[in-house]
């Protein structure tokens, strides 16, 4: 009786877990890595929009009001060196709507708000922390809220002029 070649039916199914457990591992990870990206421009997005206001702020003595933040091109006129992919969330498409919308009152922003991590919500303040809505009105103070998408928390940044 000759040895037969080749492989039994137990030594390929053995081969076979361990490749896909190994692309099951290989693919969480690229996930994990892909959501901290995006979570990292995430906050370069925030972190240039707060930038851009605070340099707004230099020029005109306040932040812009509500009235000057409503849509894309009024942002584009109010502060005209922002980078206009900084407007959209890393998971938008450039055709889509922007990101970045106008706070409709003084509270906090809850996580179901800011859309599991797709908006940023600007929420320009007088000094008595009541919301600014007509240019008019002094904007004293501003926060920038986003979430993260690896953990869902609600992250902000507030002016420099508190």
């Known amino acids: 009786m000759r040895p037969q070649a080749g492989f039994t039916l137990v030594e390929l199914m053995v081969t076979i877990t361990i490749m896909v457990i190994l692309l099951t591992l290989g693919t969480v990870a690229i996930a994990g890595y892909q959501a901290n990206a995006r979570d990292e421009e995430r906050k370069a997005d925030v972190t240039s929009i707060a930038q851009q206001l605070e340099s707004f702020y230099t020029a005109n003595g306040d932040y812009p009001a509500t009235a000057q933040m409503a849509d894309e091109a009024t942002i584009n006129s109010t502060l005209p060196n922002l980078d206009p992919r900084a ?6 498409k450039s055709e889509d ?3 970045l919308i106008v706070d409709t009152d003084a509270n906090a922003p809850t996580q179901a708000s800011l859309n599991g991590g797709k908006t940023y919500i600007y929420q320009p303040l007088t000094s008595a922390n009541a919301l600014c809505t007509a240019a008019t009105t002094e904007c004293r103070k501003f926060n920038l809220y986003y979430t993260l998408e690896t ?3 609600v992250k902000s940044i507030t002016s420099t002029h508190q």
Request: charged share 25%; hydrophobic share 35%; net charge negative.
């Open 87 to 92: 407007l959209r969330d890393p998971l938008t």
């Open 97 to 99: 709507p922007i990101s």
């Open 151 to 153: 953990d869902l928390t």
